[in-house]
């Protein structure tokens, strides 16, 4: 976890400690690797922004961030072999590019220059207007592959149809056009050989879908025993048939199976909204508000 002033801070074994603080980290972009590794970003406009790879071994500085200066939204995707990209949505009328890191070598893949700068079609070719550095919500399903969605829109500019693309050997590859529905959150899940996605939304939009060309279908949360908003803000799991979700009230339902059921009740309180949660591999789950952590039990 991460304050605004970039102070990380790493839970283990239900206790907190403090890990340190990258030079210039201010408002970071955490991208957890491992339970001891993890990648974060930030820092301010006047002084750079730059990445880092924090680890039991100290923190490595592997450069400067570029274009990814966004605090709207921006994405760290670990990659292969180490390769990691970082992509905004800040600034589309701009020729920007993600920017690539490896084996020390940085890289802005202008949309001018580079074929990767771009979603690709099956057959491998460019779609103009999908470009990767606006990509949301990156997963990484094994090494070396990942989902991620292509929004339809950024800020204002229209780019085309809401795409789910996967990652391999370097490229972005669009699978399958999703629903006209803004994900707030996404997850991947299931096997290397048929891995399934789980989108999350506004008025309890739940959709699971195989991570191909294969229609997906939307899942129905059960009917809360109290009045909650019902824009689910996450979602985690253990696998495709055993989900949860949860809304910014604190409300989780659990999926099993074809059936769903009210498993936290969330805070009933107008001045308490949350906008993220992970959970702990005791299953604890640690959800945030702007400017306080929460336990839900």
Same mark, same amino acid.
């Given at each position: 976890?991460? =304050? ?11 206790? #907190? ?15 957890? +690797?491992?339970?001891?590794?993890? $990648? ?6 006047? $002084?750079?922004?730059? $990445? ?15 274009? !990814? ?9 670990? *990659? ?5 990209? !970082? ?6 009328? +701009? ?28 057959? =491998?070719?460019? +779609? ?16 070396? *592959? ?12 229209? #780019?085309?149809?809401?795409? +789910? ?28 050989? *048929? ?21 997906? *279908? ?17 979602? #985690? ?61």
């Amino acid at each position: 976890m991460a =304050n605004e002033y970039g102070h990380l801070f790493h839970l283990r074994d239900g206790h #907190w400690r403090y890990a340190g603080r990258p030079e210039h980290a201010r408002r970071p972009w955490v991208r957890v +690797l491992d339970p001891d590794t993890a $990648l974060v970003g930030g820092g301010e406009r006047l $002084l750079g922004r730059r $990445l880092y790879r924090l680890s039991p071994g100290g923190t490595e500085d592997l450069g400067d961030l570029d274009f !990814c200066n966004s605090s709207v939204h921006v994405e760290l995707f670990p *990659a292969e072999r180490g390769v990691t990209y !970082c992509n905004t949505s800040e600034m589309p009328h +701009l020729n920007g590019g993600a920017v690539r890191f490896a084996d020390g070598v940085r890289t802005v893949l202008r949309e001018d220059g580079y074929k990767e700068a771009f979603v690709h079609d099956p057959d =491998n070719t460019p +779609l103009n207007d999908h470009p990767v550095r606006f990509l949301q919500f990156t997963r990484s399903h094994r090494a070396g *592959a990942g989902y991620a969605v292509s929004p339809a829109s950024t800020r204002g500019v229209v #780019w085309g149809k809401r795409k +789910l693309v996967r990652f391999d050997a370097g490229t972005w590859y669009a699978v399958a056009d999703l629903p006209d529905r803004e994900p707030r959150d996404v997850w991947v899940t299931g096997p290397a050989a *048929a891995p399934v996605v789980v989108l999350v939304g506004a008025n309890g939009w739940v959709h699971v879908r195989p991570a191909g060309a294969t229609p997906g *279908a939307d899942r129905t949360p059960a009917a809360p025993p109290e009045p909650t908003p019902m824009r689910l803000i996450k979602v #985690w799991g253990a696998s495709p048939d055993k989900f949860w979700v949860m809304d910014e009230a604190g409300s989780v339902w659990e999926f099993a199976g074809a059936e769903s059921r009210v498993v936290v009740r969330g805070l009933r309180r107008e001045d308490v909204t949350f906008r993220d949660a992970w959970v702990a591999p005791t299953g604890a789950v640690f959800a945030v508000t702007d400017k306080h952590l929460y336990r839900l039990d």
